[in-house]
């Protein structure tokens, strides 16, 4: 879950506007192989070498060259149906979206590509919204300051649970701070949050605890809140002021959200996975590089980012917060934080900026397998929803389509993530080739210092280079076709060191002292490989 500093595909629907994530065997010296190795068999194995080497290298260059090509324009004022369609078939950003434009005149609304396998998505198709949640955390809270039950200056110490003891410093932290992201709290609690994340990087939130939200806290002191004054985006923060409003209510805050906040607000379809229909229609999630990606499960962290939402919800939602005029919706768009240089400020929970006087009100959303935006202009009253079953930076279509700008850029990769992508990729069947050298090396010194072990080694070393490449690659650029020319010149390496390393022992006996420590890389090799398979 992520927010920047702060019924088919491309169908359009035009709707009136209402009112307001082993031993060891000696044997001899490669008896039947050694007269193979000469100086033609040599030359012909360095022939195939720079054959496969070529075509990976030609492909790579290929690649690049089909990103680099510049985009076709979007023309004059394309409607949003083309708009998008655009977005998601021709510039690749994400599998499937859903967006509306939100105007004083009427509602347009867009689809296009795929929500789960070959389904298009559709306005009641449900999103993670991620970060989004936020605001509603906000919401309910300012519901219930109208409702007397808490006030913007309540603490947290006044609302901790039992059992949890804070330096008064951070005790004294405000609802209305851990709104806003000035509270001077980390993003997330340190070593505890670092080591969810490696043992479970596709789901890092699954299994939080009010321990895990409240236990780090008692760590800290005063001087740990430097930065409290001043904005500092935390997740932390709004999950824990969602947990503290479960405490001044006495009830579970996700049900207090769908009863106080959801509910009256005629939002029916929004909500946390438990609260919604099993067969209700639901986008796949994908990483940013069109990988699928496991759904988040946010449990404690839940008022941070576990909501879900479609089309039809958050328009209806936006269009409510665009006219409201008191109550806990118009209190929540109110500047509650300014750092008075003009920049971002904060309402509850919305981002609000100035930029030219002109007044944006907004929040996006990203979990490991969507992203989403809600925002609108007060002066213009246009406003716009976007959702995405891709984890990406949505953004520039986002605020492009709401300033009435709407432009498309190709999907964007540094340097290190295609480094990354095309040399582990071309590094697979070198790890293979490696062996295959390291058998002829044997036979011309006579002296079979490699085994079996070792072309294992090679193999996993493979297979785990092409899983991380294929898990995290950076596939929103580079053409998918490449990886699995990977896969193909690895087979073919491996293909040809099985056959070289078919009639030597598993462990060679001039290599004794080394052999324990490749059995162990080998074992360390394979473990990261099942690690990377089951949990990234």
């Known amino acids: ?66 990103w680099l090509a510049p985009e076709a324009g979007l023309g004059d004022e394309p409607g949003l149906d083309v708009l998008l369609e655009r977005y998601v078939e021709d510039a690749g950003h994400t599998v499937g979206a859903a967006a509306a434009i ?6 347009e609304m867009a689809t296009a590509g795929r929500a789960r396998g070959q389904e298009a998505p559709t306005p009641a198709t449900l999103f993670e919204i991620g970060s989004i949640t936020k605001v509603f955390t906000s919401i309910l809270m300012a519901r219930l ?36 992201h000035t ?46 004054g001043t904005w500092a985006y935390s997740n932390l923060g709004p999950a824990l002021l969602g947990r503290l409003l479960q405490e001044a209510v006495g009830g579970p805050y996700e049900l207090l959200l769908q009863e106080r906040v959801l509910l009256p607000m005629g939002l029916v379809h929004t909500g946390f996975p438990s609260f919604l229909p099993e067969d209700a229609p639901r986008a796949r999630g994908h990483r940013e590089n069109l990988r699928p990606a496991v759904s988040w499960q946010l449990d404690a962290y839940a008022p941070a980012g576990g909501l879900l939402s479609n089309l039809s919800d958050l328009v209806r939602f936006l269009q409510l917060v665009m006219v409201a005029e008191g109550g806990p ?73 709401l300033l009435g700008e709407p432009s498309i850029e190709p999907p964007f990769a540094g340097w290190g993530a295609l480094l990354f992508t095309v040399g582990f990729v071309l590094l697979a069947p070198l790890a293979l080739l490696a062996f295959t050298w390291r058998v002829s090396r044997a036979g011309w010194e006579g002296r079979p210092r490699v085994g079996r072990i070792h072309l294992l080694e090679a193999t996993v ?37 099985g056959r070289d390393g078919s009639d030597l022992p598993w462990f060679p006996a001039e290599a004794r002292a080394r052999n324990p420590l490749t059995l162990l890389s080998t074992t360390i090799l394979a473990g990261v490989l099942i690690w990377v398979l089951v949990r990234l």
């Open 1 to 66: 879950m992520m927010t920047q500093t702060p019924e088919s595909s491309g169908r359009m629907t035009t709707l009136p506007s209402p009112d307001p994530e082993t031993g060891i065997q000696s044997r001899p010296v490669l008896p039947a192989r050694v007269p193979a190795d000469g100086p033609g068999a040599v030359a012909d194995r360095r022939r195939r070498v720079r054959c496969i080497l070529g075509s990976l290298v030609h492909s790579a260059v290929l690649g690049a060259a089909l």
């Open 329 to 401: 919706l118009a209190a929540s768009t109110e500047v509650a934080w300014h750092p008075g240089d003009g920049s971002r400020g904060m309402g509850l929970g919305w981002v609000i900026e100035d930029p030219d006087g002109e007044r944006i009100v907004w929040h996006n959303g990203r979990t490991g397998g969507g992203y989403a935006f809600v925002g609108y202009q007060p002066h213009t009253q246009r406003g716009v929803v976007v959702l995405a079953n891709t984890s990406h930076h949505g953004d520039p279509l986002a605020m492009g389509l």
């Open 145 to 180: 300051v109208e409702e007397g039950v808490v006030s913007l200056e309540t603490t947290m110490g006044e609302l901790a649970p039992l059992g949890f003891d804070l330096d008064p410093e951070v005790a004294g932290i405000t609802l209305r701070e851990l709104s806003t």
């Open 102 to 107: 939100v105007t004083p005149g009427g509602v």
């Open 461 to 497: 070393s493979a297979a785990l280079l092409l899983a991380l490449t294929w898990k995290i690659g950076a596939w929103q650029v580079v053409p998918g076709w490449f990886w699995w020319l990977g896969v193909v010149a690895a087979w073919m390496a491996l293909m040809r060191a």
């Open 183 to 228: 509270s001077g709290l980390p993003r997330l609690p340190g070593s505890t949050a670092f080591l969810r994340f490696m043992l479970r990087p596709s789901d890092p939130y699954r299994g939080t605890t009010l321990t895990d939200l409240f236990g780090p806290l008692g760590r800290l002191e005063g001087e740990d809140l430097e930065s409290r």
